[in-house]
C-alpha cells in the first residue's frame, strides 16, 4: 500500500529515463481514463483506475476546488534488453478534476493500491450567511 500526501512530489529513484525528443509521449485523453468523485458529509473521494501508471510518476496537486493528477506509463522499446536504461515514458495522463465543494486540501492524502489512484480530501467547513 502506498500512501502519499499532496502536494509533495517523492523524489524519483534511478530508472527510466525521460524519453527522447524525435518520439514525443502520448498524452491520454480524458475519456480514457474513467474518474468517479464521490461526496459524503465530511469528504470529498476521487477515484482514477491507473492500473498503467509507474507509482513513481504519480503527482497530485489539490488547489481551491481543482484536483490535477499526472502520471506517466513506461515502455520497453523492442529489441532492448530489461534494463531501466532502455526504457522511455510513452503516455502521459494530465487532468483536472472539478471538485463539487470547498475542500481543505492541505489536509488531503492520496493511495495507490492494486491500480487504482483514490484521493480523500476533506470538506471545508460551510461559510457562515
Do not use: F
Not at 86 to 97: K, M, N, P, V
Not at 117 to 128: C, D, F, N, Q, S
Amino acid at each position: 500500500m502506498h500512501r502519499h500526501n499532496i502536494g509533495r512530489s517523492p523524489a524519483r529513484p534511478p530508472g527510466p529515463t525521460a524519453q527522447s525528443p524525435s518520439e514525443p509521449a502520448t498524452v491520454v485523453g480524458d475519456a480514457e481514463v474513467p474518474v468517479e468523485v464521490q461526496e459524503t458529509e465530511h469528504e470529498v473521494i476521487v477515484s482514477l483506475a491507473l492500473g498503467w501508471a509507474v507509482h513513481d510518476s504519480l503527482k497530485v496537486r489539490c488547489a481551491g476546488r481543482a484536483l490535477t493528477i499526472e502520471a506517466e506509463r513506461y515502455t520497453r522499446p523492442s529489441g532492448t534488453h530489461v534494463n531501466a536504461a532502455g526504457w522511455r515514458c510513452s503516455e502521459t495522463l494530465r487532468r483536472t478534476i472539478a471538485l463539487p465543494c470547498d475542500v481543505r486540501s492541505a489536509e488531503a492524502s492520496a493511495r495507490y493500491r492494486q491500480g487504482v489512484l483514490t484521493v480523500h480530501i476533506p470538506k471545508a467547513a460551510p461559510r457562515p450567511h
